[in-house]
Each structure stands twice: as C-alpha cells, then as structure tokens.
C-alpha cells in the first residue's frame, strides 16, 4: 500500500453511462463484460436502486425480500453479487480517447432502450473521511472514493483487467426494463 497523498496526485479522466431504464442483472452483466474487454478503463463504479434484504414497510414489513433481481452476475470471470437495479455505469479511464471507445461499444449495446454519457467527475479524486475512517492513513489508491460506510467487505477486483467494480446511491428512475 502507498501513502495516500503520494497516490492521489494524478487526476483520472471520468465517464457517467446513464441508462434511460434501471437494467436487470442480466443486462447489467452484458453490459459489464463488453466494458471490461475496452482498454483503458481502470474502474467501475455501478450506481442505482437499492433493493433491501427485508421488506422494510407496509403488511410485509420485516418479511424477507424475494426477487431476483438479487443476484451474483459474472463479470470478466469473477462472481459479482449485485444488490441493486443499475441505472448509471461511472467509469473511471487512463485517457479520454478511451470514451471515444467507451462511446461506440454503448451504441452496440443500448438498442432496445436509450442512453446518454456524461464526462465529469463523478468518483471523488481524493480521500474523504469516510475513506480514512474505513480504510485508514494508508488506503489503497483503488479504493479512495469508492467507501460504503455500511458495506463490511471491499469491492470487487476483477483481476487482469484491473478494474474496481463497487455498488452504491441510489437513482431517482424507477422505470424497470422491458
């Protein structure tokens, strides 16, 4: 592990997929292995709609939550449980000439539904305090803006491709896929 000062100092350039529609498991995980495959990319970041463990109001309140849209996706070989309906894709490059890319492999997929990508700074850059109270002074560079104070394990490493996949927020659009 480095130190974090020395492991922040150089800025990544940030892009935002925005799903018009919350994406199933199946389709986030289509989604995933053809953004994986894209060189450049150095973190993932999902964002969208919780979905609890336990029916947390109404005449179900407490009952545990059946669905399936909680479920383990395999992305790039690796197991990834998602907890979530996925409405944004952040991603995190070594080059904005790699959204160029990012930009053409989105408009092979989203053909049933649309889309739009926003270039920004979406993942915090530096460590918060949220970071340094989870992590501590000597964090992995990886992990600095993806925390999830509630979350008791790490994101997700997908190894070669040596991206971090996270879960986290929530959106604002309930409209499922058809």
């Known amino acids: 592990m480095s130190d974090i000062s020395s492991a922040t100092q150089e800025i990544f ?68 449980d998602i907890r979530l309906m996925v409405g944004d894709v952040i991603l995190e490059l070594e080059d904005i000439s790699v959204a160029d890319r990012i930009a053409k492999t989105c408009e092979e997929f989203f053909t049933n539904f649309g889309f739009y990508i926003q270039k920004g700074t979406f993942i915090k850059p530096h460590p918060s305090m949220v970071d340094y109270a989870k992590y501590g002074p000597r964090m992995e560079p990886d992990l600095i803006g993806l925390c999830d104070p509630k979350r008791k394990d790490k994101p997700v490493n997908l190894g070669k491709y040596e991206s971090q996949v996270s879960f986290t927020g929530h959106c604002e659009n309930n409209m499922l896929e058809g």
């Open 13 to 80: 350039p940030q892009v935002k997929i925005v799903s018009i529609r919350m994406m199933k498991p199946e389709t986030t995980e289509k989604l995933l292995n053809m953004i994986v495959k894209v060189p450049g990319v150095r973190r993932i970041l999902l964002r969208g709609q919780n979905i609890p463990k336990t029916v947390p109001y109404g005449p179900a309140r407490g009952i545990e939550n059946t669905t399936d849209f909680k479920t383990a996706v395999t992305v790039a070989g690796t197991d990834v």
